[in-house]
Each structure stands twice: as C-alpha cells, then as structure tokens.
C-alpha cells in the first residue's frame, strides 16, 4: 500500500509526502528513538513508577527460588516444623505482594499507553484537518481510517509489550544473573552458556516476521480500501449499475485469501520459533543437574541449591526468549511509529501566515490579478487570471466542462494556494487574513452539496450552532425549503442518510443554500446544480438564489441562462484562461466563444425555460 502522491505541487512542499515503499525494515536512528521518547515525556514519572515497580517484583521473584533451598538444605533434614512453615508463609507472602504490585503496574501501563494514544490520535486528527485537499483526493480511502485507527492504536501494544517487557526482562535478567552467580559461578557458566543458541535463530526469524507482518499489513490495507470503494454510497451505486459485483468480489476474495495465508505463515513462523526456543531451555536444567548432581556427589553444593539453580534458571529462560522475541516486536513497533510519523511529517496545505490578521471585511469587491495555478508541476489549470467582481454583484462564470470555473472559485476560500498573482478582497489579499476570518465571510453552495449523515436540522446548523430556531425556519422559507421539510414525517428532525442519499439533487441544494443563509457571509461563491432539475425545483431553486445572493459579492458557477442574464458580469473560462468579459448583451454582440457557447448551450434551454419556467 502507501503508493501516494508521486506528483508535487510547486512551492507547496509536497515533495516529502510519498512512502519509500522499497524500504523493507524501519529505521532504528537514535533521532527516530529520540522522536518516540517524547511521546512518553509527559508521562515520565508514572513511567519511572512502572519501573520502581518492575524492579521490586523481581527482586521478590527471586525470593521463592531461594526460600526453596533453605527449604530442602535447612528446615527437611533439621524436621523444624516452624521454619518449614516461615518460610513457606515468606514465600506466599511474597508471591502475594508481587501480585498486587502487578495489578498496579497494569493499572499504571493502562494508563501510559492509553494517554499516549489520546494524545497522539489528537494530534493526529488536527493534523489531517490541517492537510491540503489534494491530500484527500490522493491518498487511498481506507488508509487515513487505517492510520487513524489501527495503527496509533497499536502503539499501546508497543508500550505494553515492549517497552514494559523490556524493561522487566532486563531486570528479572540482571538480577538472577547475578545471583547465580554469586551461588554458584561454575553452574552459573554452564546455565548461562546455553543463551547464545537463542540469538542465532532469533535474528533469522525476526526478519521473516518482519516481512511477513509487512506484507499482511498492505494486503488488510487492501482488503480495507476495496471494502471503502464499493461498500460506500457512490461506490456501491457505480459497482451496481455497472454490474461489477462479480469482478469486484473476485478481487476481494484474492486479497482476503493472501492476508489469511500471510497470517497463518506469520502464525506459524512464530510457533517454529518457540519450538527451537523451547526445545534450547530445557536443555539449561538438563546440563545443571548433570554437572550440579557431579559437584553434590564431591560435596561441592547441596540439594537445595541444585533445585534453587534450575528454579532461578527458568527466570532467565523466560526472559531471554521474549528478550529475543523483543527484537521482533521493536521492529514491528518503530514501523508503527515510523507509518505514523509518515503522516505527522507531511506538510500542512495551507497554513496562516505569522502575520495574518483576522479581517473584518467592509468592502467586499474579489480582485484577481494575473493568478497562475497548477494542480500538477506541468499542467497549467490556470493561466494569468485577472478580473474584478465588484462589492454586491453577481459574476457568472461559463464555459466548457474542465475549463477551470471550480478551480477559480476554490481559489477564494484558499482551499488551494496560488502559485503566483494575486486575490484580494474588499483590499486585503486573502494570504494575509486568517483562514478563519477569511472562511468564515464566504458561504460556498457546490454543485454536490454535501450532507452529513444527520438531522436535517444538524446540517443546516453546521455552521453556526448558535443560530436560534426562528433564525433556522427563517432560513428554510428562504430557501423554499421549509415546506418540504415540515411534510417529512420527522421535520427538522429527519435523518438524511449517508451525503443526503434521502434527499433530491434540489432538495440538497435548497438545504446547502439555508445552511449558507443561516451563516449569512457577505462573499457567495455557488456552483449552480446542472443536473436537469424539474421545473418547480429549478423555480425554487432560482427563487431561494436570488435571496441568497441579494446584496451580496457572488461568483456563480453559470449553467443556466437566467442566471446568466441575472449577472451583472460574465467570465467566459476556457483552457484555464478568461477569454471573454462582459454582461450578455455585450458578449453576444462580440459574436466569439460566447455566442457560440450560447448558441450550443442555452438556445434549447431557453426554450424550454420560455415555455416552462415560472420565471
Ligand atoms: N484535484 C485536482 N487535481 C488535479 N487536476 C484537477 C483537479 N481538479 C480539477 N483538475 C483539472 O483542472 C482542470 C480544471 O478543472 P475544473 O474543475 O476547474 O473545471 P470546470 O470548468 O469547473 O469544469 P466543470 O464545468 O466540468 O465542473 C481540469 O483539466 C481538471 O481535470
């Protein structure tokens, strides 16, 4: 997976967001460590607790084993019945106390990995806010989902298995080392010679998990987009009327088939792994007894510190094994972080400049002077685009399809940055505002008017929760929408299901036109709807515009002709260039690329809007 954005927008640092999919193990730098410390700084002193803690239980750990050879050597052969019982109630109690240490820690480690999680999905999802929209028309759609879910999720593993895991191995191991050592140095030799045949199979291994681990990853990536294109509102209706459903299962059920074979061999690597481990620990006891019964039978140790000895060694065993398994999991957790870190070191679109202001705009007159855009470095979309759309008119933009309208108009909320020019509005160049006070003056109605999967009343609320009930209806009459609504059987109340599927092109519109309306912003950009609406729609529509639009600076996206004719100015857009300028009667007279565009493209229209339309 990862394969994303090959291409660059120029000046707009795009060139670092891409995936190195060749890179097949992640990189261990001291920075990238250094990077995933900082995560864990705030938590530093529960940290330092979980450790404390860790370093407690296994100093008591290692009480058992011990308490076993005064057991055997002392209270046995001396019949003391009170020692005998001591110790067993040293060694329960022990035991007891390690176990509430534990519960401790796992409350403490809960906490830790969870607080990181919180913090790190947070940031992340201000971050995705913050991305530019060519991001989003990019990236695969299950992936954001993917980083945002399993992945920062799976970063609670890291702190509990390895983090946690390492450190307590590190101190189970340190000190039964050294206690054997201190027991027996000789059979501490022999136990502790046994560990190098763990290292050998380890590495082999942690490089096919790796792969493996890697490889399941983007085939679930897969299986996660396949399910997101076709199983979502549009995708699914695209994969209907083209009967695709066939085609669309084959390719899911193959991707499905491989992840399950990778995870069954990434399963099963596992199992082989701990097999040569186990089949490796239990060869340590054998070789104790064999040389420690050598030593008893010379008088150089007792019983009791045979049985101590293989007790304590099963204390390193353990840990070596996940020691090594470790490696395994280190690698698999700063591939997390580094897929995560992917995504946080990609920059930010459009950012404020440190010295915008937030602008109250008096006048509102957008000027464009000589803009360029490209959405890709050798593409022009926009060429040298210079107009002015004076404060309270109405500006038409007509053209053939791919000509550019949309890009003009999203220049205006800055939903993309120019690449040279100039937009001001009402004086102010649109960089040195604040996005926010910028957005916020400009209502936008698109052509696809997006509906969340809410209320009727939650959506035309959006943008302004604020907004009392009589502003809401208010707005609703406005739009000649609100009749519509109150015959829903649940009124505002009603759910429009995924983007307004429940709802007519029209409707939609009508209810993006409220929701601008409730914002009341003194910029309207709209980008009229060109499905055929019937003619009452288009009648309420054109009504519900012509209110909207009053008074207001408006760029319209033309795709009828009374809108045309409404305009105060037209811009004929063509190649990515603003070929023709005037109001229509002055265009149609120029006798160029508009009148033949109207010709082509309204004269039906016309007709039948004469013979039809209310208007
Ligand atoms: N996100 C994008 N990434 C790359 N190219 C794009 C993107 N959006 C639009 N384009 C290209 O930019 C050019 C202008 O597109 P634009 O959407 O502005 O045209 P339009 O005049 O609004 O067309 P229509 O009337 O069909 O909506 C087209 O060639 C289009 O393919």
């Given at each position: 997976m990862s394969k994303m954005y090959g291409g660059g927008m120029p000046g707009a640092g795009f060139g670092r967001m891409k995936f190195d999919d060749g890179q097949q193990k992640p990189n261990i730098s001291k920075a990238m460590l250094l990077r995933i410390f900082n995560y864990f700084k705030p938590y530093w002193k529960q940290t330092m607790l979980v450790l404390f803690i860790l370093l407690v239980s296994s100093l008591l750990g290692l009480l058992p084993p011990i308490l076993i050879q005064r057991i055997v050597d002392h209270a046995l052969p001396d019949k003391n019945m009170k020692l005998l019982v001591e110790l067993v109630l040293i060694s329960l109690g022990t035991t007891v106390v390690a176990g509430l240490l534990g519960v401790w820690q796992s409350y403490l480690n809960s906490f830790i990995s969870q607080s990181i999680v919180y913090d790190m999905k947070n940031q992340m999802y201000t971050h995705l806010q913050r991305m530019p929209l060519q991001f989003f028309s990019a990236v695969k759609q299950g992936e954001v989902i993917t980083r945002m879910t399993s992945d920062i999720s799976g970063i609670q593993g890291v702190f509990n298995s390895t983090v946690i895991n390492f450190a307590s191995n590190l101190f189970v191991l340190s000190t039964t080392v050294a206690t054997l050592v201190i027991m027996n140095w000789k059979l501490a030799i022999i136990g502790i010679l046994i560990v190098p045949l763990f290292i050998i199979p380890t590495r082999k291994m942690g490089n096919v998990r790796w792969k493996l681990a890697k490889q399941t990853q983007e085939k679930m990536s897969e299986q996660n987009h396949i399910i997101q294109e076709t199983l979502s509102i549009s995708g699914y209706l695209l994969m209907k009327l083209f009967t695709r459903e066939e085609k669309e299962y084959d390719s899911f059920r193959i991707i499905n088939g491989e992840s399950a074979r990778l995870q069954i061999r990434e399963s099963m690597a596992g199992r082989w792994f701990m097999m040569i481990l186990s089949t490796f620990t239990s060869l340590g006891p054998m070789l104790i007894y064999l040389y420690g019964g050598y030593l008893f039978i010379h008088g150089e140790i007792t019983v009791g510190a045979i049985i101590s000895f293989v007790a304590l060694l099963s204390r390193i065993y353990g840990p070596f094994g996940q020691m090594t398994n470790l490696y395994v999991d280190i690698k698999r957790s700063v591939a997390l972080f580094e897929r995560i870190f992917d995504y946080f070191d990609m920059k930010p679109g459009i950012v404020n400049r440190p010295d915008a202001q937030a602008v109250e705009l008096t006048k509102q007159d957008i000027v464009f002077e000589d803009v360029c855009f490209a959405y890709?470095?050798?593409?022009?979309?926009?060429?040298?685009i210079s107009f002015t759309a004076a404060s309270g008119t109405m500006t038409a933009l007509v053209g053939p399809s791919g000509a550019g309208k949309t890009t003009i108009t999203n220049l205006i909320p800055r939903l993309y940055e120019i690449d040279s020019g100039s937009i001001r509005i009402g004086g102010t160049d649109?960089?040195?505002?604040t996005l926010e006070s910028l957005r916020s003056q400009i209502g936008l109605v698109t052509q696809d008017s997006y509906l969340f999967n809410g209320t009727i009343r939650e959506n035309l609320l959006y943008a302004g929760s604020e907004a009392s009930e009589e502003d809401m209806v208010k707005a609703c009459k406005a739009a000649y929408i609100h009749d519509f609504i109150m015959e829903?059987?649940?009124?505002?109340?009603?759910v429009v299901g995924n983007r307004g599927i429940k709802l007519s092109g029209g409707e939609k519109q009508r209810i993006s036109i409220a929701r601008v309306l409730l914002k009341n912003p003194s910029v309207i950009i709209m980008d009229e709807a060109t499905s055929s609406l019937d003619t009452a729609s288009e009648y309420y529509i054109q009504r519900a515009m012509h209110l909207l639009l009053q008074d207001k600076t408006s760029i319209v996206i033309a795709h009828r002709l009374s809108t045309i004719m409404a305009a105060d100015k037209i811009l004929v857009v063509k190649d990515g260039a603003i070929i023709e300028e005037g109001n229509h009667e002055e265009l149609l007279l120029k006798n160029g690329v508009y009148t033949d565009l109207h010709s082509k493209q309204f004269e039906r229209k016309a007709f039948s809007m004469d013979s039809q339309s209310p208007i």
């Amino acid at each position: 997976m990862s394969k994303m954005y090959g291409g660059g927008m120029p000046g707009a640092g795009f060139g670092r967001m891409k995936f190195d999919d060749g890179q097949q193990k992640p990189n261990i730098s001291k920075a990238m460590l250094l990077r995933i410390f900082n995560y864990f700084k705030p938590y530093w002193k529960q940290t330092m607790l979980v450790l404390f803690i860790l370093l407690v239980s296994s100093l008591l750990g290692l009480l058992p084993p011990i308490l076993i050879q005064r057991i055997v050597d002392h209270a046995l052969p001396d019949k003391n019945m009170k020692l005998l019982v001591e110790l067993v109630l040293i060694s329960l109690g022990t035991t007891v106390v390690a176990g509430l240490l534990g519960v401790w820690q796992s409350y403490l480690n809960s906490f830790i990995s969870q607080s990181i999680v919180y913090d790190m999905k947070n940031q992340m999802y201000t971050h995705l806010q913050r991305m530019p929209l060519q991001f989003f028309s990019a990236v695969k759609q299950g992936e954001v989902i993917t980083r945002m879910t399993s992945d920062i999720s799976g970063i609670q593993g890291v702190f509990n298995s390895t983090v946690i895991n390492f450190a307590s191995n590190l101190f189970v191991l340190s000190t039964t080392v050294a206690t054997l050592v201190i027991m027996n140095w000789k059979l501490a030799i022999i136990g502790i010679l046994i560990v190098p045949l763990f290292i050998i199979p380890t590495r082999k291994m942690g490089n096919v998990r790796w792969k493996l681990a890697k490889q399941t990853q983007e085939k679930m990536s897969e299986q996660n987009h396949i399910i997101q294109e076709t199983l979502s509102i549009s995708g699914y209706l695209l994969m209907k009327l083209f009967t695709r459903e066939e085609k669309e299962y084959d390719s899911f059920r193959i991707i499905n088939g491989e992840s399950a074979r990778l995870q069954i061999r990434e399963s099963m690597a596992g199992r082989w792994f701990m097999m040569i481990l186990s089949t490796f620990t239990s060869l340590g006891p054998m070789l104790i007894y064999l040389y420690g019964g050598y030593l008893f039978i010379h008088g150089e140790i007792t019983v009791g510190a045979i049985i101590s000895f293989v007790a304590l060694l099963s204390r390193i065993y353990g840990p070596f094994g996940q020691m090594t398994n470790l490696y395994v999991d280190i690698k698999r957790s700063v591939a997390l972080f580094e897929r995560i870190f992917d995504y946080f070191d990609m920059k930010p679109g459009i950012v404020n400049r440190p010295d915008a202001q937030a602008v109250e705009l008096t006048k509102q007159d957008i000027v464009f002077e000589d803009v360029c855009f490209a959405y890709q470095k050798d593409k022009q979309a926009l060429e040298d685009i210079s107009f002015t759309a004076a404060s309270g008119t109405m500006t038409a933009l007509v053209g053939p399809s791919g000509a550019g309208k949309t890009t003009i108009t999203n220049l205006i909320p800055r939903l993309y940055e120019i690449d040279s020019g100039s937009i001001r509005i009402g004086g102010t160049d649109i960089r040195d505002m604040t996005l926010e006070s910028l957005r916020s003056q400009i209502g936008l109605v698109t052509q696809d008017s997006y509906l969340f999967n809410g209320t009727i009343r939650e959506n035309l609320l959006y943008a302004g929760s604020e907004a009392s009930e009589e502003d809401m209806v208010k707005a609703c009459k406005a739009a000649y929408i609100h009749d519509f609504i109150m015959e829903l059987p649940d009124g505002y109340d009603t759910v429009v299901g995924n983007r307004g599927i429940k709802l007519s092109g029209g409707e939609k519109q009508r209810i993006s036109i409220a929701r601008v309306l409730l914002k009341n912003p003194s910029v309207i950009i709209m980008d009229e709807a060109t499905s055929s609406l019937d003619t009452a729609s288009e009648y309420y529509i054109q009504r519900a515009m012509h209110l909207l639009l009053q008074d207001k600076t408006s760029i319209v996206i033309a795709h009828r002709l009374s809108t045309i004719m409404a305009a105060d100015k037209i811009l004929v857009v063509k190649d990515g260039a603003i070929i023709e300028e005037g109001n229509h009667e002055e265009l149609l007279l120029k006798n160029g690329v508009y009148t033949d565009l109207h010709s082509k493209q309204f004269e039906r229209k016309a007709f039948s809007m004469d013979s039809q339309s209310p208007i």
